[in-house]
């Protein structure tokens, strides 16, 4: 099966860029800065990805992101994680990209761009991988920052489908960016945002009905609330979920634990992706394939998953179409 899911055509809508990040590239990043960590090699690097929470896993995270400091960082960053993505048969991708990540380092925007879109422009001919960018506010900075942000992207946003919200989510409720996201969305940009992974379902009202976002990332603790779970349902909002983030995170014990799968068969609008793949340890199939390990989820399940994410994608209409076509004639 594992097979069959690789070769499928799929979209990834939930990728930090930064958390595609191999220990590999991260040392050499690292070397190439001249920025000392507190790891001697790769094997203990990746001996800290242990993690008892989501403030855990982000502070190892904000410290490898780091290492990013040139533009050929992010080039080489990007085109390795489109170059898996083709090895995945992840055919689109729509990655988040954190600029406030970079303040303190004085690094602007126009540097992380100048690399990040020479490697999708590499990507999409060397590879036959599209890339979306989402401009992704940090949650636990000021909302007004979010907003000076926006501000400073605006000459790029030729360059940019959207906006999002990530990093820990408690206690920053959406509300604290309807501003920001009132500009954004007059500004003519998609809306997506984190919730309902460590924080409560009341937090996916919020993004809904003030944020007015056309996806829900994560989104699993939706099931808290029934009549939340209805409306997902009736409006089809896309819930970008990554199952072993979510296990890694300890959102869930297990994977036998995860709700994906009645979510699913529920009828709510359930896309699979990685997330962090580098620290979470698997990359969208992996994530398909355990799933499938620890659920009833037939080969019919697995195409609509797949049908489902380039639906939510952002891409036109017609390349939708397209895709989906594809899958539906897969084998």
């Known amino acids: 099966m594992n097979t069959f899911i690789q070769s499928l055509p799929k979209a990834e809508l939930h990728s930090h860029i930064e958390g595609t990040m191999e220990p590999e590239l991260i040392l050499k990043l690292a070397d190439r800065n001249k920025i000392k960590l507190p790891y001697s090699d790769e094997d203990a690097l990746r001996r800290a990805y242990q993690f008892q929470d989501l403030q855990s896993f982000l502070n190892l995270y904000f410290m490898c992101a780091n290492t990013l400091r040139k533009p050929e960082d992010f080039y080489d960053m990007t085109l390795e994680y489109l170059k898996r993505c083709q090895q995945d048969g992840v055919i689109h991708t729509e990655i988040f990209v954190e600029f406030q990540s970079y303040r303190e380092n004085n690094i602007v925007i126009e540097v992380i761009l100048e690399g990040i879109s020479a490697a999708i422009k590499q990507g999409a001919k060397e590879y036959g991988v599209t890339c979306y960018i989402i401009l992704c506010f ?7 920052e979010a907003m000076q942000t926006l501000d400073h992207a605006a000459p790029y946003f030729d360059q ?5 919200l ?3 989510e408690r206690p920053y409720p959406p509300h604290l960016f309807k501003d920001v996201y009132d500009k954004a969305h007059s500004l003519g940009l998609k809306r997506v945002a984190h919730a309902g992974e460590e924080g409560p379902a009341d937090y996916v009202w919020q993004a809904l009905e003030l944020l007015g976002v056309d996806r829900i990332d994560h989104g699993v603790r939706c099931a808290e609330d029934p009549k939340l779970v209805q409306r997902l349902i009736e409006t089809q ?3 970008t979920v990554c199952p072993l983030s979510n296990v ?3 959102v869930f014990p297990d994977m036998a634990s995860h709700n994906v799968y009645k979510l699913f068969k529920a009828g709510v609008n359930v896309t699979i992706n990685a997330d962090d793949p580098s620290f979470f340890g698997g990359y969208v199939t992996d994530n398909y394939q355990a799933i499938m390990d620890a659920h009833p989820f037939t080969k019919a399940d697995i195409i609509q998953l ?3 994410g380039i639906q939510a ?3 036109p209409p017609m390349q ?3 895709w989906i076509r594809k899958i539906e004639a897969h084998r």
């Open 138 to 144: 940090l949650r636990h900075r000021p909302a007004m």
């Open 160 to 164: 940019i489908v959207g906006v999002g």
């Open 166 to 168: 990530a990093a820990a």
């Open 237 to 239: 909002t896309p819930l």
């Open 248 to 250: 890694k995170l300890r």
């Open 306 to 308: 797949a049908k489902n």
């Open 313 to 315: 994608s952002f891409l």
């Open 320 to 322: 939708k179409t397209a």
